[in-house]
């Protein structure tokens, strides 16, 4: 059946199914989900340990180890990365690329299992491990309470209420907190009053937690009925506290309030602050619900907040940390323009070079796709966001090719006084298995981002299926809905046979004979400028992802491992007065001890470090940013040189850290240090870096004191008694826990301020003798002090330990960088059972190249398949596979000219251009073959089948080249754009001069001879 003729004899069954596109196509768009930026899954869960008291490394060979042995018997693994702390474990598993979204839960649950298998071998004292497999979800509204004459209380007892009232708000999944800080009921007792009612630590322990603790008290028959005995006497407040009774010599009960300070306070030091525009805050991070809408639920949180705005308390506020909702709707808002723009011009040239209706005719038909296309995007719940709607800027020119070679076909036969029923019919039957055949090609040309695993592939997912729908919906509306139209509205015209006599025609038909008469030459020059173009190739940077647009930048503020919190707060607070004082700077977010919430994908939050801080500065426009920063580093130099101060913009994509990086493995950390400071400072001697760091950080001092166990023995004393009575001197110690409603409060027994903090303090406090009943001074079962640095934490990657050294541009892209440091470091003569690894933007481009290129052998061999099958022979096909390389000429013109680099997305540029070449390649020697068909020499046939398509290819370059010019301006478009108009541009060159150029020479063709 010939759905032309089919669909000029069934308008009705068409205009009913125009209609319900166009209709479904609006509604559809109102309906479908945004996103900013598309998602990818964090196939990583967190399992932390804690191990109180131990160094970093009796974390990492006591615990670390077991757990990572454990993780690694996964065969879903990728690989298994930690950092041991003192007291603390933190281990990440990283799952492999092939495991989707839908097989994690099984995977989490095995890991719970490993992870379980490995407590029985794990010391005593241990808490943990705990498994958290919410690593990577993303808290797409974030908060800041602050209150003006508020404490931290209030703001905590209020943070509550609206928790509760925001967790009904449609969409929302969970609701984060973080900056509460953590409040201790302090007992502080001096040693000297101790010593005076000959009162041990023990006893005021032992005491407080007979008092406080929770004990079973059992059950008692009451007739036919068991009942629960609960008695009362837990503490109610800290006067109850302050009134308990000690029992002192001779048995004389003492008040613990005459020994003790007994009050409430915030724990000292804090574990992290966080403030907002320097008022102190509390954080909520708020997640979508799994298929829920980040734009649904953001209004709702806004419309909720302004609904409670009568019940907060004045001077309170709740301010925007980021709102994904708003920059969602920018986003989308601003790619919606451009691509209204890219549409207005598509049509713009359609009018211009294919008349008045024609034109309309095909824009007609392009909206139409385009509202098909959002249909089934609803149907297949594909998100609008920054990849999708990009996908469609992108296919504009393609989408207009099918309808462009059928109505020009028809225009033709039409011009030359045809029937138009008769030629509707002719050319759809010519040319629907042709165009099927290049839309499926060019379809394929994606199919490898389609098909990679990786992040980088879930990220770029969307535009093959974008491309896939609308291109495929092209297809199906040129042969039914184009016929009609062109059947409807194309008027018919006087029999002529002088379509093609005009200039142009004349001026191109005698160059493409001259060219065909030279055709080595022509191929000549061909190759010359290829390889000048691979030559030049070399001037152009790399790149993996641009940077965001996003109108916020970070400031990491490192300092030396072991510096106190309150001196990193007072550095980060400094920056905070002199950023909030420039022009343009909107809020600053400050967080101390730790990153924060994972408020957007690409955000990797940093894991819990008292020496680290980072501000989030917000800013009135993204022009602002470059600015900024530049002010910001001069600024920095006048600050303390032994921080380091580190401003990132936001990434595009996935990847993280330093963007050039470079791991060191081995066993030994001393080797580890010696060779790290060498990389370290050939960075620094490269003028164009910042940031310049290594991931365990510097080595922190540690205090030793020498245990005389000889002497300990004799006075009853152990290392555990030694260790307790240190602590309780500088931190105090927890004895039991206050309950107050759901809270628990640490009660904690420390000396007063004037007998804690300090070396000189801990050397002087006494410590209780089980032999002499009394206490005695620390020295006489300590040796010496010793004060000596020491690895502040240890990195760990598939359980090899791993220092990561890495930096960032100052200003350009970071391959030019990495190129100069590569050689240099790789010269580094190292000893046995020491590695290096690039990782790094380095790492992660090539992961994503080398996991497309998988892919892309199947791609090109489907291609290749197609084509054969399309033609029916192998001479077609390698006409066209030998125009391929021919593109690279434009391409490398275009990112020279304008020195953009050739990041990710302009190979994928590259990938879909050789689809359009390979499509517009089809149209011309389909049109020879029919040409043959008709009797026509193969000389003539070539001739008259170049000219005759000159303007569906140019129109279908023109549409592509100028629907482009929209994303000139996004920075994450901007190498895909550029790379598809170079190459379009001349690639048009190749399918007109060199198709006919290598048919001729394939088939031998002389004029006016028959193909041979």
């Given at each position: 059946m010939n759905l032309a003729k089919y669909s000029i004899n069934n308008r009705v069954v068409i205009w009913m199914f125009v209609f319900i596109l166009a209709i479904?196509?609006?509604?559809?768009?109102?309906?479908?989900?945004?996103?900013?930026?598309?998602?990818?899954?964090?196939?990583?869960?967190v399992i932390v340990t804690y191990y109180k008291g131990a160094t970093p490394k009796q974390v990492e060979l006591e615990v670390t180890d077991k757990i990572e042995e454990s993780v690694q018997q996964m065969r879903q693994l990728e690989e298994v990365r930690s950092i041991s702390k003192a007291g603390m474990s933190i281990v990440y598993a990283k799952m492999k690329d092939q495991y989707g979204k839908k097989d994690l839960p099984l995977i989490w649950n095995e890991l719970r299992n490993k992870v379980g298998d490995s407590k029985s071998s794990l010391p005593s004292g241990v808490q943990g491990p705990f498994v958290?497999?919410?690593?990577?979800?993303?808290?797409?509204?974030?908060?800041?309470?602050?209150?003006?004459g508020y404490s931290m209380k209030e703001l905590e007892?209020?943070?509550?209420?609206?928790?509760?009232?925001?967790?009904?708000?449609?969409?929302?999944?969970?609701?984060?907190?973080?900056?509460?800080?953590?409040?201790?009921?302090?007992?502080?007792?001096?040693?000297?009053?101790?010593?005076?009612?000959?009162?041990?630590?023990?006893?005021?322990?032992?005491?407080?937690?007979?008092?406080?603790?929770?004990?079973?008290a059992g059950e008692a028959k009451l007739g036919s009925e068991y009942i629960k005995i609960f008695p009362t006497g837990n503490f109610n407040s800290v006067e109850e506290i302050k009134a308990i009774k000690i029992r002192g010599v001779g048995g004389v009960l003492i008040n613990l309030s005459d020994i003790a300070n007994v009050y409430r306070s915030y724990a000292d030091p804090s574990e992290s602050y966080l403030r907002f525009n320097k008022k102190d805050a509390i954080g909520f991070g708020i997640s979508t619900m799994r298929g829920g809408n980040v734009v649904t639920m953001g209004d709702g949180l806004s419309q909720r907040l302004q609904e409670l705005q009568s019940v907060i308390p004045a001077g309170m506020e709740v301010n925007v940390i980021s709102h994904q909702a708003e920059s969602v709707k920018k986003s989308v808002s601003g790619f919606i323009d451009n691509l209204s723009e890219a549409v207005l011009i598509v049509i713009g040239v359609l009018l211009i070079f294919m008349g008045l209706r024609s034109g309309l005719l095909i824009g007609s038909i392009l909206l139409l796709t385009i509202a098909s296309t959002f249909v089934f995007m609803n149907?297949?719940?594909?998100?609008?966001?920054?990849?999708?709607?990009?996908?469609?800027?992108?296919?504009?020119?393609?989408?207009?090719?099918n309808a462009i070679v059928v109505t020009e076909g028809i225009l033709i036969q039409v011009q030359q006084g045809k029937d138009r029923f008769e030629?509707?019919?002719?050319?759809?039957?010519?040319?629907?298995?042709?165009?099927?055949?290049?839309?499926?090609?060019?379809?394929?040309?994606?199919?490898?981002?389609?098909?990679?695993?990786?992040?980088?592939?879930e990220y770029c997912r969307s535009l093959f299926y974008v491309i896939l729908i609308s291109l495929m919906m092209s297809w199906v509306l040129a042969i039914t809905v184009t016929p009609m139209f062109c059947y409807l509205f194309l008027k018919e015209g006087s029999e002529t046979n002088e379509t093609y006599n005009g200039l142009f025609f004349v001026f191109f038909t005698a160059f493409l004979k001259k060219t065909i008469r030279f055709r080595y030459v022509t191929m000549g020059v061909m190759t010359v400028l290829l390889f000048s173009a691979l030559y030049a190739f070399r001037y152009v940077p790399e790149s993996f992802f641009p940077s965001s647009t996003?109108?916020?930048?970070?400031?990491?503020?490192?300092?030396?491992?072991?510096?106190?919190?309150?001196?990193?707060?007072?550095?980060?607070?400094?920056?905070?007065?002199w950023i909030l004082k420039q022009d343009g700077v909107k809020s600053v977010a400050s967080f101390v001890g730790s990153g924060g919430l994972r408020f957007m994908l690409t955000y990797a939050p940093q894991s819990p470090n008292r020496s680290y801080g980072q501000l989030l500065v917000s800013v009135d426009d993204y022009s602002d940013v470059a600015r900024l920063i530049s002010e910001f580093s001069s600024y920095s130099t006048s600050l303390s040189p032994d921080i380091l101060f580190d401003t990132k913009t936001f990434a595009l994509g996935p990847g993280s850290g330093g963007k050039i990086a470079v791991r060191l493995s081995g066993d030994d950390e001393n080797l580890l240090r010696e060779y790290s400071q060498k990389i370290l400072t050939i960075m620094r001697q490269e003028e164009n870096t910042k940031g310049v760091r290594v991931d365990w950080g510097e080595q922190a001092k540690i205090l030793q004191p020498h245990f005389n166990t000889i002497q300990g023995r004799k006075l009853g004393i152990t290392r555990k008694n030694l260790s307790a009575t240190i602590k309780w001197a500088m931190n105090g110690q927890a004895a039991v826990m206050y309950r107050e409603r759901n809270k628990l409060i640490p009660i904690i027994s420390r000396p007063p301020k004037e007998e804690r903090g300090t070396i000189e303090h801990v050397k002087q406090t006494k410590i209780w003798s089980q032999t002499t009943n009394s206490y005695v001074p620390l020295d006489q079962v300590v040796d010496f002090w010793e004060l000596k640095p020491a690895d502040a934490m240890i990195r760990r990657l598939n359980q090899k330990r791993t220092m990561k050294i890495q930096c960032d541009p100052i200003t350009g892209v970071a391959s030019k960088v990495f190129y100069r440091l590569k050689p240099k470091i790789e010269a580094i003569d190292l000893p046995e059972g020491l590695k290096i690894e690039w990782a790094g933007e380095y790492e992660d481009a090539a992961k994503a190249q080398g996991n497309l290129a998988i892919n892309l052998p199947l791609s090109f061999l489907a291609m290749i398949v197609a084509l054969v099958v399309l033609f029916g022979n192998i001479r077609f096909p390698l006409i066209i596979l030998c125009t391929l390389p021919l593109s690279i000429i434009g391409v490398s013109l275009g990112l020279v000219a304008l020195q953009q680099p050739f990041d990710f997305m302009s190979l994928l540029g590259f990938l879909s251009l050789s689809g359009m070449v390979i499509k517009n390649s089809i149209v011309l020697l389909e049109q020879i073959q029919l040409d043959l068909a008709e009797?026509?020499?193969?000389?003539?046939?070539?001739?008259?089948?170049?000219?005759?398509?000159?303007?569906?290819?140019?129109?279908?370059?023109?549409?592509?080249?100028?629907?482009?010019?929209?994303?000139?301006?996004?920075?994450?478009?901007?190498?895909?754009?550029?790379?598809?108009?170079?190459?379009?541009?001349?690639?048009?060159?190749?399918?007109?001069?060199?198709?006919?150029?290598?048919?001729?020479?394939?088939?031998?063709?002389?004029?006016?001879?028959?193909?041979?």
């Open positions: 479904g196509g609006m509604n559809s768009y109102n309906n479908l989900s945004r996103l900013e930026d598309p998602e990818f899954t964090i196939k990583e869960a958290n497999d919410d690593y990577g979800d993303v808290y797409g509204v974030f908060y800041a309470l602050t209150g003006d007892g209020f943070s509550t209420f609206l928790k509760r009232e925001l967790l009904l708000v449609k969409d929302v999944a969970s609701i984060d907190i973080m900056g509460v800080q953590q409040e201790a009921i302090y007992v502080e007792l001096s040693s000297n009053k101790l010593s005076l009612f000959s009162l041990t630590q023990n006893q005021i322990f032992s005491t407080l937690q007979n008092y406080g603790s929770i004990s079973d149907m297949f719940s594909i998100t609008l966001e920054r990849i999708s709607l990009g996908a469609l800027i992108i296919a504009l020119g393609m989408l207009v090719d030629s509707c019919i002719k050319i759809v039957k010519e040319t629907i298995l042709p165009l099927l055949g290049a839309t499926i090609i060019a379809v394929l040309a994606f199919s490898g981002i389609g098909l990679s695993p990786d992040s980088t592939g996003r109108a916020q930048f970070m400031i990491n503020v490192w300092q030396p491992q072991g510096r106190h919190i309150d001196e990193v707060n007072a550095s980060v607070s400094k920056v905070e007065d009797g026509k020499t193969a000389y003539n046939a070539t001739i008259e089948a170049t000219v005759s398509r000159i303007r569906p290819v140019a129109m279908a370059a023109i549409t592509t080249v100028l629907g482009m010019i929209p994303l000139l301006t996004d920075g994450f478009f901007r190498g895909m754009a550029i790379t598809i108009m170079g190459g379009l541009s001349f690639a048009t060159v190749l399918t007109l001069i060199v198709i006919p150029c290598l048919y001729c020479i394939f088939y031998n063709v002389k004029e006016d001879s028959d193909v041979c």
